[in-house]
């Protein structure tokens, strides 16, 4: 019988891409936090049993941060502020996941390269994250979601992004 259990589990097809689409918050480091949305499509790769790479791009694009105060001073309101963010770079990330496992939250970190761009200005800064991938289904590729804490390093426009994605490996 446990013959027959471990085949099985061994037979279980490994996912070749996964694609995420999702939206989320930056907070920043001056004016307020926003809104906006991030799309990924990474190659997936399992150098060893229960440890799956994920090499890709991915796009962030946030909103403009809400202008403070609805009552202008005395001389007029300031000027609108335009300072969107997006983000688009490569990334690499790992996860952990095993087939028989009774917990199906699996754990996943990211780094990566990215120009970020706002007001007028882009910079290639390095960016890291890390977060929770709950899958839709107990084994094999399919949808899932993913949450997680995404820092920037040496940009000082904003301090970090909290990008909750649905995903789907196949």
Request: charge should be positive; glycine fraction near 14%.
């Amino acid at each position: 019988m446990s013959v027959c259990g471990s085949l099985e589990a061994q037979s279980i097809p490994s996912p070749h891409w996964v694609v995420g689409a999702g939206g989320g918050a930056i907070l920043r480091t001056e004016q307020g936090s926003s809104f906006g949305g991030n799309l990924r499509l990474s190659r997936i790769l399992q150098p060893m049993t229960a440890l799956f790479l994920e090499a890709g791009v991915a796009a962030h694009g946030y909103s403009s941060s809400d202008q403070s105060g609805d009552v202008c001073p005395p001389g007029g309101c300031p000027p609108i502020r335009d300072d969107g963010i997006t983000l688009l770079g490569f990334e690499l990330g790992a996860t952990y996941r095993k087939a028989s496992a009774a917990n199906p939250l699996q754990p996943l970190a990211t780094i990566g390269l990215y120009d970020s761009a706002s007001e007028g200005t882009s910079l290639i800064r390095f960016g890291a994250s890390a977060g929770l991938i709950v899958p839709f289904r107990r084994s094999g590729p399919g949808p899932g979601l993913e949450v997680r804490y995404f820092r920037m390093f040496g940009d000082p426009r904003f301090k970090s992004l909290i990008p909750i994605s649905l995903r789907w490996t196949f």
